[in-house]
């Protein structure tokens, strides 16, 4: 191909991070963004509950909205008893909330597009929740395979796809994640290489062509915000779901 | 043409046939969003709480096009 041609997934490379004491043990900018996200959470909760006014400011509003809302997710998913996971959603949320908003801007990396990334958080989920089954009702969790009310000639057909469904959880809930962030990332590279193409190849005419996918580019860093923020809620009541599956069987 | 050239014309045709799953989602969000439009004319003041449930299956729908798109690009970059 002739001219300057799309990389759309130069950007998701690994470079390492934090000069030469990070690249001595292979800090990478990935983990700088998540150093970055972490950071951000807590300062965010540092700053806007230091005050604990009644009346809350800003930041302090923020941090409460934040609280409320995933107190709210957990209460009315996993049930009354629901509180005692609240810790792990909420920072399920934030850390994935921030990750992918760290990803929007430029120059920064979004580190929930590597599916190595997602697929360790999902599969924590995983483990845990299949953990707090076993934990809650001990083997009898494994009636959760068996759907009540069948008739018992259809168990060995449907016990097999329950199970695969089960096991299917972190595959779809990790590559929900990851794709949906890579695609956003891609498009965007793909909408910039447009305006790249257009001026190198059509001159002054380009360069007035090129205002459209600039616009669209626009456009999609809404889209891009709306997932961002769907995403990790997304990601939080799946993980809401599966423990109320653990802690009630269905 | 050459054995090679002939493998990257089927790695393309092939990644473009991968899109194909996407006409499914669209199918699904059309349905999400009519079934939710008509939802709220009949009942305009469960709006907010409908609206929750429909993000949801939007980004649980969504993600079906994107495993087609994930398999698109497997198939062009590997």
């Given at each position: 191909m002739a001219g300057p041609s799309i990389d759309a997934l130069g950007q998701f490379r690994l470079t390492t991070g934090l000069g030469p004491v990070g690249a001595s043990v292979n800090f990478t900018n990935s983990n700088e963004a998540m150093l970055g996200a972490a950071v951000i959470i807590v300062a965010l909760f540092a700053v806007g509950l230091r005050a604990g006014a009644i009346v809350p400011g800003r930041v302090q509003a923020l941090v409460e909205i934040l609280y409320e809302f995933i107190r709210s997710m957990c209460l009315d998913t996993i049930g009354e008893d629901g509180m005692r996971f609240f810790p792990l959603v909420f920072t399920l949320f934030t850390f994935i909330l921030l990750g992918n908003m760290i990803g929007l801007f430029p120059y920064f990396f979004a580190f929930t597009s590597?599916?190595?990334?997602?697929?360790?958080?999902?599969?924590?989920?995983?483990?845990?929740?299949?953990g707090v089954g076993f934990y809650t009702h001990g083997f009898k969790f494994l009636k959760f395979f068996v759907p009540p009310g069948v008739p018992g000639w259809l168990l060995p057909l449907l016990v097999p796809i329950e199970i695969i469904s089960y096991l299917s959880r972190p595959v779809s809930l990790s590559i929900r994640l990851f794709a949906n962030m890579t695609a956003g990332h891609v498009m965007w590279e793909v909408f910039a290489g447009f305006m790249i193409l257009l001026t190198a190849?059509?001159?002054v005419?380009?360069?007035?062509?090129?205002?459209?996918?600039?616009?669209l580019n626009v456009a999609l860093v809404a889209l891009e915000l709306l997932v961002a923020g769907l995403q990790a809620y997304v990601f939080a009541i799946l993980t809401c779901l599966y423990l109320h599956d653990?802690?009630?069987m269905h | 043409m050459d054995p090679a050239q002939t493998a990257l014309l089927a790695k393309d045709i092939g990644g473009g046939l991968a899109t194909i799953g996407v006409a499914g989602a669209g199918v699904g969000i059309g349905n999400?969003?009519?079934?939710?439009?008509?939802?709220?004319?009949?009942?305009?003041?469960?709006?907010?709480?409908?609206?929750?449930?429909?993000?949801?299956?939007?980004?649980?729908?969504?993600?079906?096009?994107?495993?087609?798109?994930?398999?698109a690009l497997i198939i062009l970059f590997t």
């Open positions: 590597h599916i190595a990334v997602t697929l360790t958080l999902a599969m924590f989920v995983f483990v845990f929740t299949t190849s059509l001159g005419f380009g360069i007035i062509a090129a205002i459209i996918p600039l616009g653990a802690v009630h | 999400l969003f009519g079934a939710f439009v008509s939802a709220v004319g009949r009942n305009p003041a469960a709006r907010d709480t409908m609206f929750r449930d429909v993000l949801l299956g939007f980004a649980l729908t969504e993600a079906v096009a994107l495993y087609a798109l994930v398999i």
